[in-house]
């Protein structure tokens, strides 16, 4: 019911910025929150960022202070604001979506967009 469509990942410069785009689309699903997880090679998938209508956000506490996510609500875009990257932060980033239809809450995940943290 729901699409997420994520840009801006790529190859970036340790010390260097990144900005990470994702827009929903459906119209059958309310939804509620955004964000954005992601997976490094040989982990599991961690929470990065999300935020929820009213504006309420979490952060992974080590990433606070260099990731700030964004919200246009009426858009049903998410930004993901990426500052002074370090290597450790390559990762397939994924955007995520908690949507509500009829009472039932689902989780929606886009395609994933890489992102490459080195010299």
């Known amino acids: 019911q729901v699409q997420l469509v994520e840009s801006g990942g790529g190859l970036v410069q340790p010390g260097g910025s990144l900005r990470l785009s994702c827009a929903a689309s459906?119209?059958?699903?309310?939804?509620?929150?955004m964000g954005w997880y992601r997976q490094a090679p040989g982990k599991e998938r961690e929470l990065v960022a999300r935020m929820f209508n009213g504006g309420t956000t979490n952060y992974a506490d080590s990433l606070k202070g260099r990731f700030t996510i964004s919200r246009d609500n009426a858009k049903n875009t998410v930004y993901l604001q990426m500052n002074s990257l370090v290597p450790e932060d390559t990762a397939v980033y994924f955007c995520y979506a908690r949507g509500i239809y009829v009472g039932r809450i689902d989780n929606y995940w886009g395609q994933g967009t890489q992102v490459t943290v080195s010299s």
């Open positions: 459906g119209s059958a699903v309310s939804i509620t929150a």
